[in-house]
């Protein structure tokens, strides 16, 4: 059976002599793993196809519950990326939460659409890319179930306040008086909800964009007990 699917490539490893085991994220399959054969012969011309970040028109073989890329159609490469190290690592960190927070074989068309939009921004515009990165995992987080509530204090629903904390394991923000979780900052809640699309305090986010990112990749790692080497590289680089 022949499957015709829009897809990008979320992860690539070696295989036998000559091929590569593909992560593939489509939209209506969510995640599956597909062979691709003799793209490391140079000159293979599927080659492209094989690369992280690579988004295309897949056509795949389906026998017996196993996919086969026979041929694919480039739609974009995100290119620039591999020239800034530090969109790159932004880059492959939306990689990694795809590939913690997808399922096989369950489709998800908004993720699958935030991941295109979080890669062209991050290979194309002058956008910040931790804004570019929290947009996508705060998008990526609530599809995956695991949402974070920006809108004031959880507990008592009043204003966070100059101090407030975050509750790793409910996702949400308190005020001060509310709070037992751990210590977070007012900036890092005001870059999140910047970048939730949400109205924000500019004059209180200095300083928040890190602090955001060391605060997402914690509740991404606790909920989903995955490490997320790149997206702490990124964090590294991030000045
Ligand atoms: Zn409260």
Not at 86 to 97: F, H, M, S
Not at 197 to 205: D, I, S
Request: aromatic share 12%; glycine share 8%.
């Amino acid at each position: 059976m022949e499957y015709k699917t829009d897809a990008i490539v979320i992860r690539s490893i070696d295989y036998k002599e000559n091929d590569k085991l593909l992560t593939l994220f489509t939209p209506s399959r969510g995640k599956l793993t597909a062979g691709i054969r003799g793209v490391r012969k140079p000159k293979a011309k599927l080659n492209f196809a094989a690369q992280p970040f690579c988004f295309a028109e897949y056509v795949l073989a389906e026998r017996a519950g196993r996919y086969t890329v026979t041929s694919a159609y480039l739609y974009d490469g995100f290119f620039p990326l591999r020239t800034d190290i530090v969109r790159y690592y932004a880059g492959c960190a939306t990689l990694e939460i795809c590939n913690a927070l997808l399922m096989e074989e369950e489709g998800n068309e908004g993720t699958f659409i935030a991941t295109v939009e979080c890669l062209k921004s991050l290979s194309l515009s002058e956008e910040d890319p931790a804004e570019c990165l929290l947009t996508f995992a705060l998008h990526a987080l609530r599809e995956g179930g695991y949402p974070v509530d920006l809108d004031g204090c959880g507990v008592c629903g009043e204003e966070v306040g100059e101090t407030p904390c975050f509750e790793f394991e409910f996702g949400f923000f308190t005020c001060k008086e509310c709070g037992q979780g751990e210590r977070a900052s007012r900036s890092t809640y005001e870059v999140l909800r910047k970048c939730a699309g949400l109205t924000y305090a500019e004059e209180k986010t200095d300083g928040g964009r890190k602090r955001a990112l060391r605060l997402i990749k914690a509740y991404l790692s606790q909920k989903t007990e995955e490490e997320y080497p790149c997206f702490g590289e990124f964090i590294r680089l991030y000045e």
